[in-house]
């Protein structure tokens, strides 16, 4: 069954630096989200992507936060200067267009900021 | 503000019992509700999904009512095994957000 890959399964970073997450969506979809999740809370919208641009975001997706698909399978988020409350499970997404909504979704990337 | 409200937070039920999770959302221009499953460690993953056009949907030992009027819709886990133990999250969408909202989530813990 095709996945949702995310690369590193976890990362640790110092406060003010700049992280880059990786995510390979699903080949043939055409929708890519990021998600975040605070330990023991909701998943949460960051930002969506289409046709090579940001479709919609959240309020947390701020001036910090920016993605990008630099070639035809990577997916990445990048963080220009993480706070500690940037500490959360990063989900990456992915759907096909069309009426099927079925979003799946990689294991996610732990960022533990210090 | 919390569009999609999500009860209870934790839930324990025995081996072959019934496993209810609610949800309640806001937003009447939702079109879709998907329920994911998530175990420690692991991305969400979907286990069941409905459109408001129908009342129920069935797969397996999972079903989803769905009450428009109310704007509510639950899970249901019929014979609930250990193996179900996980975080249940529900979630609404529409076409025009492309986003999924979710809600607070729904530890479950299925004694043997």
């Known amino acids: 069954e095709p996945e949702v890959t995310q690369t590193p399964s976890h990362q640790v970073t110092q406060m003010g630096q700049e992280v880059i997450l990786r995510c390979v969506p699903i080949s043939n979809h055409l929708y890519f989200y990021w998600y975040r999740q605070i330990l023991g809370q909701k998943v949460e919208f960051l930002v969506s992507f289409y046709n090579n641009e940001i479709s919609e975001k959240s309020e947390i997706f701020d001036d910090q936060f920016s993605v990008e698909r630099p070639d035809g399978s990577n997916f990445t988020l990048k963080i220009r200067s993480t706070k500690l409350e940037d500490s959360a499970m990063y989900f990456c997404a992915s759907r096909q267009s069309g009426l099927d909504y079925g979003y799946t979704f990689g294991s996610g990337t732990r960022l533990t900021v210090v | 503000q919390q569009q999609v409200k999500q009860s209870p937070q934790s839930l324990i039920v025995q081996k072959g019992g019934i496993s209810i999770i609610n949800c309640a959302y806001e937003n009447t221009a939702f079109d879709y509700f998907p329920w994911y499953q998530q175990f420690p460690g692991k991305g969400p993953a979907l286990l069941i999904a409905i459109r408001p056009d129908v009342s129920e949907k069935k797969e397996g030992r999972f079903t989803i009512s769905f009450n428009k009027s109310a704007k509510q819709f639950s899970l249901h886990i019929m014979d609930s095994q250990p193996g179900d133990s996980a975080t249940y999250f529900c979630?609404?969408?529409?076409?025009?957000?492309?986003?999924?909202?979710f809600g607070t989530g729904t530890r479950l813990t299925v004694i043997p």
């Open positions: 979630a609404a969408s529409n076409r025009g957000a492309n986003n999924l909202f």
